[in-house]
């Protein structure tokens, strides 16, 4: 608009609070995500698990549906924390497919248009940008894992009992911390392979090989040197062994707990560093 005009005015609309501004990144972020028919397709096929385990928490509590089937309750999936660790494991395995698809184009695009003052000349921190790029994920992330698994622990609590749910208090606080856990793992290694690689592909193969590439040298360095400490590089075995205490599993990963958590914050931690070092106003470029 010219200025000679003087035809222009100050906005005079509502003013967003300043600690709730970074949510205009994943309001219009995510309505752009869902653009994609595959990543609707993805969605709908992260919400037949929870379906499939409702329908086996209802089986166990309808005496009807019993007889009818010919079952016995002996021979029905026990409710327990093993049932919630399995959940756990199949939604954590689709919330990292919906990082691959999602996370790597968040912060490249920014990059490689230049876009990144943009966003910095107006009030809004280098922070509350990552904080705003990582609710793009967080929120479909949660959607899928911790919501979803908090409705199952309800719904069976309804039907068990106060009892049952005093008792068993520790498997919602196991599906709660353990789905966050993997939830800003998976944010803070996909912003930062998008912040450093700006081609979106090349960002996603990079996040696939860190999880699949690394496991397998992981694997042979346990063959080769006969010893587990190679599982301190895949992630997938760090996060089993934390999800193991927390939902009382003994399944042996060959990782202590405490070993698995400062790996995992290391990862984090370095992954934030990555963050730091890339995402600002300016970059400056040496010939």
Same mark, same amino acid.
């Given at each position: ?139 479909? #992330?949660? *959607? /899928? ?5 908090? %409705? $199952? ?6 039907? +068990? ?102 790996? #995992?914050? *290391? /990862? ?5 560093? %990555? $963050? ?6 300016? +970059?400056?470029?040496?010939?």
């Amino acid at each position: 608009m010219a200025v000679y005009k003087r035809t222009y005015q100050g906005y005079e609309g509502r003013l967003t609070p300043a600690r709730w501004r970074f949510l205009i990144i994943p309001r219009y972020a995510c309505g752009k995500m869902f653009d994609s028919r595959f990543l609707i397709f993805l969605f709908f096929v992260c919400l037949v698990w929870p379906a499939v385990c409702a329908a086996l928490i209802y089986l166990r509590h309808n005496e009807g549906a019993i007889n009818l089937f010919g079952l016995s309750l002996a021979k029905l999936v026990p409710i327990d924390g093993r049932f919630f660790f399995h959940f756990m494991g199949w939604q954590g395995t689709l919330a990292f497919l919906v990082t691959a698809f999602v996370g790597p184009g968040l912060i490249s695009r920014d990059l490689a248009n230049n876009a990144l003052p943009l966003y910095f000349c107006r009030p809004l921190s280098r922070a509350e940008y990552v904080t705003g790029k990582a609710s793009v994920l967080v929120i479909p #992330l949660s *959607a /899928i894992t911790w919501i979803p698994g908090l %409705l $199952l622990f309800g719904f069976n609590a309804s039907l +068990e009992g106060r009892a049952w749910l005093a008792e068993n208090l520790w498997i919602a606080n196991g599906i709660f911390l353990g789905s966050w856990i993997w939830m800003l793992t998976l944010c803070l290694l996909s912003l930062a392979l998008s912040a450093w690689v700006k081609w979106k592909l090349a960002a996603g193969a990079l996040l696939f090989g860190i999880f699949f590439a690394a496991a397998g040298f992981g694997q042979a360095i346990n063959e080769i040197l006969n010893t587990k400490s190679g599982s301190l590089i895949n992630i997938t075995e760090l996060i089993r062994t934390i999800w193991c205490g927390l939902f009382q599993q003994r399944i042996r990963t060959g990782l202590s707990e405490a070993s698995a958590w400062t790996m #995992l914050m *290391a /990862i984090c931690g370095v992954s934030l560093w %990555l $963050l730091a070092k890339k995402v600002r106003a300016y +970059e400056v470029e040496r010939s």
